[in-house]
């Protein structure tokens, strides 16, 4: 097979305890890209991660990896590797024997073990710290050597379950975009799951935003923010706002679903409003000053809710007030029911 997918999987499906957990569920992830399962708790993306990884048996379907099927195959022999939320290194060996402990293990020679530990170690920029043990390292680092560990056997497939969670903010973000920056340079092929919107859309060529077991949309990052397909991806992204098309204006009037803008295309109407734009009043409920916006709660007609986005030193309405606001026509996207 030419150019095959570094991971295909085909109708795969898993119930536990009487339960659907994974329904119906079809991936192709190209090599060399990341892919990252979006979405809550209890929605199905760890179990699917265990089902690639092999710990999870799946009931139906297929589980393929660089054109070979694996499905059949324990985890040893799938040619994966896995980092974890919370690091799992041994805290009695060093940073060096913890990224070598897998070449050990397969036997690999001496001389092939040391000069991949080295390597390795340059490229999370850990050379430095090669003799410490795991407790002398911050949570970012021991990350690092997560990394580093998985990556020593040339895995064709990287899994990563939340991998950055743990970390605070100052940590995670760098680390997250340093790791994307090592994951081009490698041409490595990952699955990510995550929680965090943000992640996904930064370190992901692919998206799969799961809900109850299945995958309601997959696609690249500016495609989901641009033209998410369902209500239910709209809304669980929190980018939108969502206006119900029974109860709008004409011409915007439909006999059901509903209108969805960018939370950036609500304005407040100006004499440089396109005419085309859709024009509407709304109530200041309350507003919320943020590092990035000052987030405004509005009701709209009937208990219809918006919020506008006010750049931070723009003066916040008071509750009560009413704003003449507009959304240009060519942001607008209407959703069925």
Request: charge should be neutral.
């Amino acid at each position: 097979m030419a150019n095959p997918s570094a991971l295909l999987i085909h109708q795969a499906g898993l119930a536990l305890g009487g339960r659907a957990i994974l329904q119906g569920i079809n991936l192709d992830l190209p090599p060399g890209q990341v892919l990252a399962l979006l979405g809550g708790s209890g929605c199905g993306k760890t179990t699917l991660l265990r089902a690639i990884a092999g710990l999870q048996p799946l009931d139906s379907g297929s589980v393929q990896l660089d054109g070979r099927d694996v499905s059949a195959l324990p985890t040893a022999e799938r040619g994966i590797g896995v980092v974890f939320q919370h690091y799992a290194l041994f805290p009695n060996l060093s940073v060096r024997d913890n990224i070598g402990f897998g070449l050990q293990a397969r036997g690999e020679a001496a001389a092939a073990q040391q000069a991949r530990v080295a390597e390795l170690l340059a490229l999370v920029g850990l050379a430095e710290h090669a003799a410490k043990r795991p407790a002398q390292l911050s949570g970012g680092q021991r990350q690092r050597v997560a990394l580093a560990r998985a990556l020593a056997p040339h895995p064709s497939l990287l899994l990563l379950d939340e991998p950055f969670s743990a970390l605070d903010e100052s940590f995670r973000v760098p680390l997250r975009r340093s790791f994307r920056q090592l994951q081009r340079e490698l041409g490595q092929s990952c699955v990510l799951v995550t929680h965090d919107r943000d992640e996904a859309f930064e370190l992901a060529d692919q998206v799969a935003v799961m809900f109850d077991g299945r995958i309601e949309q997959c696609s690249p990052p500016a495609e989901l923010w641009q033209r998410p397909r369902t209500r239910r991806v709209a809304d669980f992204l929190g980018a939108f706002n969502r206006l119900d098309a029974r109860s709008a204006p004409e011409p915007w009037r439909r006999d059901g679903g509903c209108w969805i803008a960018p939370l950036a295309a609500l304005q407040i109407s100006s004499p440089d409003t396109p005419a085309e734009a859709w024009r509407f009043a709304a109530r200041v409920l309350a507003a919320h000053p943020g590092r990035q916006h000052t987030s405004v709660e509005l009701q709209a007609w009937g208990e219809q809710a918006l919020t506008l986005n006010l750049v931070p030193d723009a003066p916040a309405p008071a509750p009560g007030m009413l704003l003449d606001l507009a959304l240009p026509a060519t942001a607008l996207q209407w959703l069925a029911d």
